[in-house]
């Protein structure tokens, strides 16, 4: 059972372009969830989503876009890097609201 | 403001020892109350989760403890190992209304267990 499986685990980007950050689970968990993790700071949630074709903003959503055209995929895309966006990304995943999520390993990414 | 914070930031102990970590928060309904283990560039762990009527929670070596009157929470952690140096971080769920979700964390505390 893998689990949530984040790809890539690091990443450089120049300023202007643009990425996507894949996260995949196979526990058949409805909610997913995409978070950075800044040095010193809590994780905040960047967008959730509650099931297949639902997303929804969370704190810090400017710069990102996400889609859950299926259950088990959640992918983040950045459209055009910036600086700001140097952070370790974790993506989630739990059966139900109440329920605590499962996390991937992180991706660290880099904008230069 | 629904906040969690957590003390001391970092803490540094000779194995063997115990020691306790601590989290108080604001954040009110409160559903539920996670700590989470985070080694070094991996993602967080489940420790343990707490409703808001239970005061006390172990997984081994860890036990938990929570008072909702007072909103504080701990994590004590016996018999100190080197395996248990990393970042530990508590998690707070507000009692989900109008559809909207969301989970409170804490910056966390780094944990160093020294031989």
């Known amino acids: 059972n893998a689990g949530v499986t984040q790809t890539p685990k690091f990443r450089i980007l120049k300023i202007g372009q643009s990425m996507t950050l894949q996260c995949a689970q196979d526990?058949?968990?409805?909610?997913m969830y995409w978070y950075r993790q800044d040095p010193g700071m809590g994780l905040k949630l960047i967008y959730y989503?509650?099931?297949?074709?639902?997303?929804d903003k969370g704190e810090v959503p400017n710069g990102y876009n996400v889609s859950r055209s299926t259950t088990e995929d959640f992918p983040l895309r950045l459209e055009l890097a910036a600086p700001s966006q140097t952070s370790v990304y974790f993506c989630?995943?739990?059966?139900?609201?109440?329920?605590?999520?499962?996390f991937g390993q992180g991706t660290r990414l880099t904008v230069v | 403001k629904n906040q969690v914070e957590q003390s001391p930031q970092s803490l540094i102990i000779l194995e063997g020892k115990n020691c306790t970590l601590q989290?108080?928060?604001?954040?009110?309904?409160?559903?539920?109350l996670r700590w989470y283990k985070q080694d070094t560039g991996r993602g967080p762990v489940s420790l343990t989760i707490?409703?808001?009527?239970?005061n006390t929670k172990s997984n081994g070596r860890y036990t938990a403890t929570l008072d909702a009157d007072t909103k504080q929470s701990s994590l004590h952690i016996t018999a100190s190992q080197l395996s248990d140096s990393a970042s530990y971080i508590c998690?707070?769920?507000?009692?989900?209304?109008?559809?909207?979700?969301?989970?409170?964390f804490g910056t966390g505390t780094r944990l160093k267990v020294l031989a």
């Open positions: 989630a995943s739990s059966s139900g609201d109440s329920v605590q999520p499962f």
């Open positions: 989503s509650v099931g297949a074709g639902i997303t």
């Open positions: 998690v707070v769920s507000p009692t989900f209304t109008s559809g909207t979700y969301k989970y409170i």
């Open positions: 989290c108080n928060y604001t954040v009110s309904p409160f559903s539920n």
């Open positions: 707490m409703t808001f009527s239970e």
């Open positions: 526990m058949n968990h409805n909610y």
